[in-house]
């Protein structure tokens, strides 16, 4: 599933080329994407309005519309969007359409029908966005509370990070990667951190999601930009995926564990 840094590099690109475009027409091929909402509903609530901006909150992205309304999309395991010309007739794992009014269209692909596209008032009438936590790279993301956030569960550090309404947008590929930045157990409690390890943990969280970023994002299966390319970080991971192989910092074997029925990778030497 795309994580922070690969909707926030789908998010830039969107913001890029999307505002002002006007919707002319909704054509809908499969409609599972749309939460049980009628189509003509869907479609009604999206037709004539036009994009004003495109952003993400934690692994969702929403596009901001006048008259007033957001469409928020999940892109799940393989939900896309591209921006192409219009084509005659829909490629396969196309699922929704946005006809805009210079004659392109914005596609939404998914190959396994995972992803969802909610219309609303505002993105926190949708239940997910409205449970999302801290955002990672915002100023109320600060050591303290990280720090007073942690003290207060005994829950693996790796459970921590990943629950959503905690910290918005971090994954397993994300968690693994800034967990052995920041040289923790992804096994220990979270109240067993201590405030120095949850400074250097908080700059981890940055340090790691900023680098994907700037990478736009790690390509391990699905996940494609707008324009079809994929992300370069998978080429600077340390332990994600990396079962087996020796850490780059102390040539340990990097080994894997299950929790919570998901792969975690980690180094037993440089996360004690």
């Known amino acids: 599933m795309p994580e922070l840094p690969e909707v926030e590099t789908i998010a830039r690109e969107l913001q890029a080329v999307l505002p002002g475009r006007g919707v002319r027409r909704v054509r809908i091929f499969r409609k599972d994407a749309l939460q049980g909402v009628p189509v003509a509903r ?3 609530g999206l037709e004539g309005r036009r994009f004003q901006a495109v952003r993400r909150r934690g692994k ?3 596009f901001h519309l006048k008259p007033e309304a957001w469409l928020v999309a999940h892109l799940r395991m393989t939900g896309k969007f591209a921006l192409t010309p219009r084509p005659d007739a829909p490629p396969l794992h196309h699922r929704v359409w946005f ?8 596609a939404f692909q998914d190959l396994r029908c995972l992803g969802t596209l909610e219309l609303a008032g505002a993105p926190e009438a949708v239940p997910g966005v409205a449970a999302m936590g801290v955002e990672p790279l915002e100023p109320g993301f600060t050591r303290d509370w990280l720090a007073q956030a942690l003290s207060r569960s005994r829950a693996p550090l ?11 947008g971090l994954g397993n590929i994300y968690v693994a990667e800034i967990l052995f930045g920041a040289g923790l157990s992804p096994l ?5 951190v201590t405030r120095e390890e949850a400074a250097r943990l908080h700059q981890a969280v940055r340090r790691v999601l900023m680098r994907a970023i700037a990478k736009n994002g790690t390509t391990i299966s699905d996940y494609r930009r707008v324009d079809d390319k994929t992300g370069d970080f998978q080429n600077f991971l340390r332990v994600y995926g990396r079962a087996g192989q020796p850490c780059h910092t102390c040539r340990t074997p990097i080994q894997r ?12 030497t440089c996360q004690r």
């Open 42 to 44: 869907f479609q009604k």
């Open 60 to 62: 969702y992205l929403l």
């Open 99 to 106: 006809e805009l009014d210079d004659g392109a269209v914005l």
């Open 158 to 168: 790796k459970h921590w990070l990943m629950h959503q309404g905690h910290i918005a």
């Open 188 to 192: 220990r409690a979270a109240a067993t």
């Open 257 to 268: 564990v299950v929790q919570q029925q998901r792969s975690t990778f980690y180094c037993p």
